[in-house]
């Protein structure tokens, strides 16, 4: 095989796959969206062959041979093809050391355990959830020894989602965050609460919709190719490629903010997709390169943007233009303190910026345990319940709003949850560095997001997954990670919201 073959087969090899990535994408997009209840089992048929064709052609023999080829002839590649042959072969790897009867088992309990935690959360249900549980981290602790031998499976598992991340740098990163954030957080608790009344009453779903819309450009999504629709769950997806991309969100009439707040967020994680390079395309460089980096956008926008003083001043007119009963006659200032309240809760995804990443906390904490064998998956909902009355000071009423609240678990996503609290430190990092060259608070102000997306863009977006996550950070920022910058921006913002010197 000649160099211009080899190159000629993996670019095919690369169509190929995004081409079934992007027909099982859609299905699972379909189902979550606008599909009928009963069509389930029809998608499942073709998502079932459809996946098969797709492991069949990513670890079959003719891939293997192209990709080690490549990788004897490195020398000759450039960057970017280094790069790609280096995540393929990495990912085929991974899979020749798990042995096939179990990964298949594996797949099956994953589906059925998702499944039966639907049920059981509405129960309220753990003792039925529990042996499923109980074989996905025995799983995810046999196929990360399989894996990396060397490792601790816990620091496999979280290598699996930040590249490069292991338990002593999410030990010393926590710790941080709790000497700062929980005596700040007992502080705010003492002062008098803020008044969020102003998002509180009935917003009409059909008006939120009009706002979802308002936002959708005004943030710097192209709706040319990025699409909104609803589900239970707000999510993001791309669908074969940077270039159509999927947001969703969730209309409660009570409260306007959980939608608006769900389609910024979502937001963030589809400028970060939809900006690589345009030449990145149907490779395994597109889109984002880590859970932490796509979550360090999407909660910059929702949060660090979203939730300013000076996005508020923007934003006020749009509300009161769509809702004028509720919000006309009401002060910028008064938005900004009404979606700034700070009131530890039981739901993560509910939770407000600063109790967020002690919910985190609470789950990086027992996955840990759980993992080393220190706490038996019978005893989670105790220890669940002892860490929240620890950390955030409440009594959990049951499982339903406890340990059994999200489906990352029951999807086998064990390692995961550090990247939401981790993507939060890392904004705050470049809103830092970000602040050097761009005038951020009057950009929100005036509602021009261009030259805060530039930024990103040129930093962070254009880049796919060609730099490692450690790699891509530390060349937007000139620095190395550090929390205290985030725990930092948390005790000004908050303290001055509260009144606390
Ligand atoms: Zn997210």
Redesign the pocket.
């Known amino acids: 095989m000649t160099m211009q073959e080899a190159r000629q087969k993996l670019t095919a090899l690369q169509h190929k796959l995004a081409a079934y990535g992007h027909a099982l994408a859609l299905m699972s997009y379909d189902g979550a969206t606008t599909a009928p209840k009963g069509t389930a089992a029809n998608r499942a048929q073709s998502m079932g062959v459809l996946g098969e064709e797709l492991y069949l052609l990513s670890t079959g023999e003719a891939t293997v041979q192209l990709l080690e080829f490549l990788d004897e002839h490195k020398a000759e590649l450039d960057e970017k093809e280094q790069r790609i042959v280096y995540l393929l072969l990495r990912d085929i790897r991974r899979m020749q050391k798990i042995p096939m009867d179990e990964y298949i088992a594996y797949e099956k309990l994953t589906v059925e355990a998702d499944d039966v935690w639907h049920t059981c959360k509405l129960n309220s249900d753990f003792a039925t959830f529990e042996p499923y549980l109980q074989q996905i981290f025995d799983y995810n602790r046999k196929f990360a020894r399989y894996c990396a031998p060397e490792k601790d499976p816990y620091d496999e598992c979280l290598n699996r989602y930040e590249e490069g991340l292991d338990c002593k740098q999410c030990d010393a990163f926590f710790a941080t965050l709790r000497e700062h954030i929980v005596p700040l957080l007992h502080k705010v608790m003492a002062r008098p609460q803020l008044d969020n009344s102003l998002i509180r009453g009935h917003f009409d779903a059909a008006r939120q919709d009009v706002l979802s819309r308002r936002l959708m450009p005004l943030i710097g999504l192209d709706t040319n190719h990025v699409g909104l629709s609803t589900t239970e769950h707000p999510?993001?997806t791309s669908l074969g490629s940077h270039l159509d991309e999927r947001i969703t969100t969730h209309y409660y009439e009570e409260d306007f903010s959980d939608s608006m707040f769900s389609v910024i967020?979502?937001g963030?994680?589809a400028l970060y997709d939809t900006g690589s390079d345009d030449d990145l395309a149907y490779t395994a460089l597109d889109g984002g390169v880590s859970m932490g980096i796509?979550?360090s956008q999407?909660?910059f926008y929702e949060n660090i943007l979203g939730r300013s003083q000076a996005f508020c001043d923007h934003l006020l007119p749009i509300l009161q233009e769509i809702f004028p009963e509720k919000m006309a006659g009401h002060t910028s200032e008064e938005l900004y303190r009404a979606i700034n309240r700070v009131e530890p809760s039981l739901i993560r995804t509910q939770a407000d910026e600063l109790t967020y990443c002690l919910h985190v906390m609470v789950r990086y904490e027992l996955e840990k345990q759980i993992m080393d064998g220190t706490l038996a998956v019978h005893d989670l909902p105790q220890a669940w319940n002892a860490l929240y009355k620890e950390y955030l000071g409440i009594d959990v009423p049951d499982d339903r709003r406890g340990v059994l609240q999200d489906s990352h678990w029951a999807g086998g996503l064990v390692g995961y949850f550090p990247s939401?609290a981790i993507?939060n430190a890392y904004g705050a990092q470049f809103l830092r560095k970000m602040k050097e060259t761009v005038e951020v608070d009057d950009c929100l102000r005036r509602g021009d997001f261009g030259p805060i997306n530039d930024w990103n863009r040129t930093h962070i977006w254009r880049f796919g997954c060609l730099k490692t996550p450690k790699a891509l950070f530390e060349d937007a920022t000139g620095e190395t990670f550090d929390p205290t910058v985030y725990t930092t921006y948390l005790e000004e913002k908050y303290g001055k919201l509260y009144g606390i010197c």
């Open positions: 999510f993001t967020h979502e963030g994680h796509h979550e999407s909660r939401y993507g």
